[in-house]
């Protein structure tokens, strides 16, 4: 499986491209920041991210898209931004119908550290490590996002079989609601 | 001058356009309010709003687009989609060259009704009476996205010209700072 990893933002957005093999075993095949000035026009910094994520999904082609999720709560005054640069990224993906899947930061960090508290220097040492790389990827953005394709990479499989399995009791649960309505029905006529 | 008012959202996204004349006379043209499934995927969401802006763009060929700036720290469960759906439409903005303005609730508040701080019923009441319509527009969503529209009117052309003297005044600077770097080279030497 190939994966997209985005650790979204409009100053630097972190874009990595990661393949997994069999097992655990995970490779980088790119890895890039996309950098917008901040004084530039917003609409023009969303359209440079835009730009650029399609241009990698053109031509890597990934399976998935994995972005990090961000939170309202930290970093108030970027948080928009990176919610919006997230937003045309999981937009280009739609557009050529790749999944697009969210993780939260303490995912991506037990992911790839074993603990979800893990801080910056921890994630980017597993993350070279876990990757075989032979210098540690800068800067911290890069890092992050292979850490997030990486986490994308060994827990996408199982989300995707927890999703079909609840998608498969709720229609057995559906089913069997609507026997026993039937059997109601059955013993009212 | 047309001004296409957006008031952002995933689940219902307001859209107005309305037309600015001599003075304050301001006329709707339009306003509709786009919904998503808030069941549906992500990138699905973001499609559908991106493809409905596309649209109003295309059709309505707006001179500027004005949307509400969202905040983090208001309603942090819907701020992140909110801040998605407001960054796809800025990009279809953009990508028509329409110049995309931001103004703040409490900016759009005080210019229909006085306030910063109106409420709601306050705000439908002034923006249908400004626009001189029969009916209060329903939901919420269409008579925000119709105030910041009105919002934008008022408030663009003045925001444009500070703009430009501010520019000017850097560059005044900017001018007066060389000379005076060239006074002091002449002086040494």
Redesign the interface.
């Known amino acids: 499986m190939r994966v997209m990893g985005v650790d979204p933002g409009l100053t630097r957005c972190g874009i990595a491209l990661v393949e997994s093999g069999r097992g655990r075993s995970v490779t980088a095949l790119d890895v890039d920041v996309v950098r917008t000035p901040s004084d530039m026009?917003?609409?023009?910094r969303?359209?440079r991210v835009?730009t650029q994520a399609c241009h990698w999904l053109d031509v890597h082609q990934p399976d998935a898209v994995a972005i990090e999720r961000?939170?309202?709560?930290n970093q108030?005054s970027t948080?928009?931004g990176t919610?919006?640069?997230?937003?045309?990224i999981?937009?280009a993906?739609?557009?050529r119908d790749v999944?697009?899947r969210?993780h939260t930061p303490s995912e991506v960090k037990a992911a790839v550290t074993g603990s979800g508290r893990a801080d910056k220097a921890q994630v980017t040492m597993m993350v070279t490590r876990i990757l075989g790389m032979q210098t540690k990827p800068k800067p911290a953005d890069a890092a992050d996002a292979l850490a997030i394709a990486i986490c994308h990479c060994w827990r996408g499989p199982m989300m995707e079989r927890m999703a079909e399995a609840q998608k498969k009791a709720e229609a057995a649960a559906a089913r069997h609601r609507q026997r026993i309505a039937e059997a109601r029905e059955g013993s009212r006529a």
Chains 1, 2 share one sequence.
Do not use: H, S, W
Request: glycine residues 10%; charged residues 5%.
């Open positions: 026009e917003l609409a023009e969303l359209m835009y961000v939170f309202a709560q108030v948080a928009m919610a919006q640069a997230g937003g045309v999981a937009l993906a739609g557009q999944p697009v969210f």
